[in-house]
């Protein structure tokens, strides 16, 4: 069975540091992986997806996350964040299962102080 | 486009009381699917559909059952509802060949005491 973990539950930083949220899988076969977000209030949405091909992914609002397959990792990451990006961030992985559906893990709660 | 809706929005249960959401999408979407969303355990797959008439379970399916009748719609029924049910309903629908970029709906708030 594949699963994902995001070890980060609750993020506080200021406006302008950099962001690394951290998100692993278990799945040892081939792997799309993707980056939800939800504001507040806001319906969960696409951020970013890898498929294959260039391991760094860039996504809408500066983020970008790179695919590690020797650390089963897919990272998402912003050089300097908004207070805009208060939001919780799901990490989301489908194998190829056949499993026509995503696994997403815990979520990271994002708090960017102004 | 109003894209994914659901309704209610809150609802409030009584333990044993059964009740319907009901998702609707006007995207053409083929694939739709039910989440629940719980504190520290992000969503969990309940059922999906990947056509009309066509249902299959998730990983927590017991307690709910589903319906596929038109393409656009999706329903979630609680028949007995638990207090372990209480949860956030996400609903969701995607294109048959991009089933991974998934549209989802606010959400249903439900408690149940």
């Known amino acids: 069975a594949q699963s994902v973990s995001q070890h980060n539950h609750h993020v506080i930083l200021s406006e302008a540091a950099s962001l690394e949220l951290g998100c692993n899988y278990s799945?040892?076969?081939?792997?799309?992986l993707f980056w939800y977000v939800q504001y507040p209030g806001q319906h969960l949405q696409l951020l970013l997806k890898?498929?294959?091909?260039?391991?760094l992914v860039k996504g809408i609002k500066g983020f970008e996350a790179e695919f590690i397959k020797s650390k089963f990792s897919f990272n998402l990451r912003k050089p300097s964040v908004q207070w805009s990006d208060t939001a919780e961030y799901f990490c989301?992985?489908?194998?190829?299962?056949?499993?026509?559906?995503?696994?997403f893990g815990s979520g990271t709660r994002l708090q960017v102080q102004p | 486009n109003a894209g994914v809706t659901q309704t209610p929005k809150f609802r409030v249960l009584k333990t044993g009381q059964s009740m319907t959401l009901l998702c609707a999408q006007d995207?053409?979407?083929?694939?739709m699917y039910w989440y629940r969303q719980d504190p520290g355990m992000g969503l969990r797959l309940i059922h999906y559909?990947?056509?009309?008439?066509?249902?299959a379970k998730g990983e927590v399916p017991d307690g709910y059952n589903v319906s596929r009748l038109k393409k656009q719609n999706f329903l979630l029924g609680l028949e007995s509802a638990a207090p372990s049910q209480t949860s956030v309903y996400f609903c969701?629908?995607?294109?048959?060949?991009?089933?991974?970029?998934?549209?989802f709906g606010p959400g249903t708030r439900l408690t149940v005491t």
């Open positions: 969701a629908s995607s294109f048959r060949l991009a089933v991974y970029e998934q549209y």
């Open positions: 799945y040892g076969g081939t792997v799309n």
């Open positions: 890898y498929f294959s091909g260039d391991p």
């Open positions: 989301a992985v489908n194998g190829d299962t056949g499993r026509r559906a995503l696994t």
């Open positions: 995207m053409n979407h083929e694939y």
């Open positions: 559909s990947v056509g009309e008439g066509t249902t």
